[in-house]
């Protein structure tokens, strides 16, 4: 009889170098809700609890884009698509919402007046985000 002991070792799984979250909403104001806690919940899974400048600022983000989504793209009987990536590197987080309406594009609003009501949202995207811009969306619409 032998009295060899085998002992093996594995090691943790490496972090994979991108993490995805994809989405489907209704273009409703709910689907956006949603789609906003659902960001904020992958963003906790991915290591940045809610309270975190990287979350809020995520939350912040997703949330005027599903908005604009819902009160610009909207075409009846289709939702809209938020897409997450995060490059675990580089900790660079890429947040994307696509919608069905290819002719209406977003574009950087003049100034709002102080009684203007909207219009704030693009330029606080454009303060948060590293760059922002569209793509046509195929096939049909655009992404944000």
Known sequence: MDN??????TA??????LREFTQQF???PRGARLARRLAVRRMEEWGYPP???ASCTVALLVAELASN???????PGRG???????ATATRTIRIEVSDAR??????FPAAPTVDDEAGRGLILVDLLATRWGTAPRV???KTV
């Open 4 to 9: 060899t002991v085998l002992k093996t070792t």
């Open 12 to 17: 943790p799984d490496p972090e994979p170098e």
């Open 26 to 28: 209704p273009a409703t």
């Open 51 to 53: 309270a975190t400048d």
């Open 69 to 75: 989504a819902v009160r610009h793209g909207r075409v």
């Open 80 to 86: 809209f698509r938020l897409r997450m990536a995060c």
């Open 102 to 107: 290819e002719d209406r594009l977003p574009a």
């Open 139 to 141: 096939p049909v619409g």
